[in-house]
Each structure stands twice: as structure tokens, then as C-alpha cells.
Nanobody, 123 residues
Framework: QLQLVESGGGLVQPGGSLRLSCAAF????????IGWFRQAPGKEREGVSC????????YYADSVKGRFTISRDNAKKTVYLQMNSLKPEDTAVYYC????????????????WGQGAQVTVSS
């Protein structure tokens, strides 16, 4: 059974940092691109970042460029999202998702989803 599990969410003050992890169970990450999405209350789910499988190309939403870093460790079957300089507007449930090989900006292209991790940025 293919499964993605996020961890690392929590409450942090503005300007703080968190690292989210996305662990894969039941399959190897070698052939999958992994994307991070987020959904704030009352808003659409939006893409945050993505890392492809072939050459490790990364993509970021403009709102997080320079603050978030995505990375992967295929041996550990885990993808990370390092989030620095967090802002209150980063508050959302963060989801990781998998699709074959290459990144896509369309959430409907992703086949497998985790259950989500809450990130709250507040003083």
C-alpha cells in the first residue's frame, strides 16, 4: 500500500523555522516527483514547492522563494521542506504528494497524498 506521511509541523513564532518531512511507505521515491502543497482556512490548496526525480530540479512558489528549501533523500525515502523566516501568512495545513518523475504545477496531476501537517505561525 502506497502511503505518504508528513511530520514536523507545529506552532512557531514569526521569523522562526520548521522542517517538514514526507516519508514514503510501500514504494521507492526513485521514480517520483514530490510536491508540497498547503491549504489555509477558506482558501484553495496551492503549490509551494516540488522536486523532480531525474535531476533533482526544484521549483518554488514566489511567496516562499528564498525562505523555503526542498530536498530529498531517496535512501531514506524522505523529502524535506525546510521553512525559514516564517510569516503568519504561511499558516496552513501542509501536504506532500507524489507523481511520476517530473514536477507539475497542477495538483490534479499528483496521484498520492499525505494526510497533512498543521503549521501555525503566530506570536
Amino acid at each position: 500500500q502506497l502511503q505518504l506521511v508528513e511530520s514536523g509541523g507545529g506552532l512557531v513564532q514569526p521569523g522562526g523555522s520548521l522542517r517538514l518531512s514526507c516519508a514514503a511507505f510501500g514504494f521507492t521515491l526513485d521514480y517520483y516527483a514530490i510536491g508540497w502543497f498547503r491549504q489555509a482556512p477558506g482558501k484553495e490548496r496551492e503549490g509551494v514547492s516540488c522536486i523532480s526525480t531525474s535531476d533533482g530540479t526544484t521549483y518554488y512558489a514566489d511567496s516562499v522563494k528564498g525562505r523555503f528549501t526542498i530536498s530529498r533523500d531517496n535512501a531514506k525515502k524522505t523529502v524535506y521542506l525546510q521553512m525559514n523566516s516564517l510569516k503568519p501568512e504561511d499558516t496552513a495545513v501542509y501536504y506532500c504528494a507524489a507523481k511520476g518523475y517530473y514536477c507539475s504545477g497542477r495538483r490534479d496531476d499528483f496521484n498520492y497524498w499525505g494526510q497533512g501537517a498543521q503549521v501555525t505561525v503566530s506570536s
